[in-house]
């Protein structure tokens, strides 16, 4: 499936369960046809996007996910000590916090090409239709009950051929990206017990990753209002880290047998040995910046509100409690730029 019509159905799927709650909170006269597509795509940056994506296909220069990073100008920073914690062959499930959603994805990816060439990624299946990542990827729905257990029977048992066959899978056991929760903090859902089991059924070791770090104050704050706007953020949460290096903790392998003891909650085990990754020490990065200075002196917050209070009804999108969603043009608030 073409690039631009699996980020079609991403925003399809995601604006559908938020589309009634818009509605409560705007009363902007409908687009004409295609209008608010073409807004969409500029305000969620879906087009960049997709033209990224097009120029990383397949060429001589390393895999999707290194073409992919270069082009995003987005760097990781993982020690050479974590690095070869990466078991070169054998079974391995790999599992990892998800606090970006799109990055971590390549991150990892890129990394992992740099130890071994035999990595499959269990994941959603929606993002399994993109061009070029299908040899890449075991797609599943991670979001349990009994239909997806139904549906997914085939590809978890892949899974375990794969892994029987001496593969890595890589595993985010959230199965949602971390978000902003009430009283604030960043949470993920419980993990998926189905990461311990396929440790159990294969033999096969464990192997935490942690990322450091969290998407922007927008996405968390957007979520707060509605949990699909976080869906629908998620490519423009990916460009806005051009230029960055994200922090990426590997830890010891655990052996297959050390899931298997009696009363242990596996996949609770396993998220708290992936969690205490947090407190390493992270690797340093040659500091190369300048001396800054102060450039202009603090402005008065009350200005930015006046700008925003006196955009027009229409460019608000959404509002609760005190948090507000809205867009505007350079023009209509040059104190705040």
């Not at 297959?256 to 996949?267: E, M, W, Y």
């Not at 969690?275 to 450039?295: A, C, F, N």
């Amino acid at each position: 499936m073409p690039m631009n019509q699996w980020t079609h159905n991403l925003l399809q799927s995601a604006g559908t369960m938020f589309k009634s709650g818009l509605d409560k909170f705007t009363s902007v006269e409908p687009h004409p046809p295609g209008a608010g597509s073409d807004f969409l795509d500029r305000l969620l940056q879906v087009d960049e996007l997709e033209r990224l994506w097009a120029a990383a296909q397949p060429s001589a220069s390393g895999s999707v996910f290194e073409r992919m990073l270069r082009l995003l100008d987005l760097r990781f920073a993982c020690s050479d000590r974590d690095l070869a914690r990466i078991p070169a062959h054998g079974p391995v499930v790999l599992v990892a916090n998800h606090p970006f959603g799109l990055a971590d994805g390549l991150i990892l990816g890129a990394m992992l090409a740099k130890v071994r060439p035999d990595v499959r990624f269990m994941t959603n299946a929606l993002l399994a239709r993109a061009a070029g990542v299908q040899d890449y990827v075991i797609p599943v729905d991670l979001s349990g009950g009994p239909e997806a257990v139904r549906k997914n029977g085939a590809a978890l048992r892949q899974c375990v051929g794969f892994l029987k066959d001496g593969g890595l899978l890589a595993v985010f056991p959230a199965g949602q990206v971390s978000a902003l929760k009430l009283p604030p903090q960043f949470a993920e859902p419980a993990w998926n017990g189905i990461v311990a089991r396929l440790v159990r059924m294969t033999g096969a070791t464990a192997l935490p990753v942690f990322f450091h770090g969290t998407n922007s104050a927008a996405f968390h704050a957007a979520g707060l209002l509605h949990a699909s706007l976080r869906t629908v953020l998620l490519p423009r949460e990916l460009l806005n880290k051009r230029g960055r290096t994200l922090q990426v903790a590997v830890g010891s392998p655990i052996p297959a047998a050390k899931l298997s003891r009696p009363g242990r909650d596996a996949a609770e085990y396993l998220r708290w040995r992936t969690r205490l990754l947090e407190g390493r020490k992270q690797p340093q990065l040659k500091d190369e910046s300048v001396p800054m200075e102060p450039v202009i002196a603090p402005r008065d917050a009350g200005i930015s509100k006046a700008e925003i209070d006196a955009l027009p009804e229409g460019q608000w999108l959404l509002a609760h409690n005190e948090y507000v969603v809205c867009y505007a043009r350079a023009q209509q608030i040059p104190e705040t730029l």
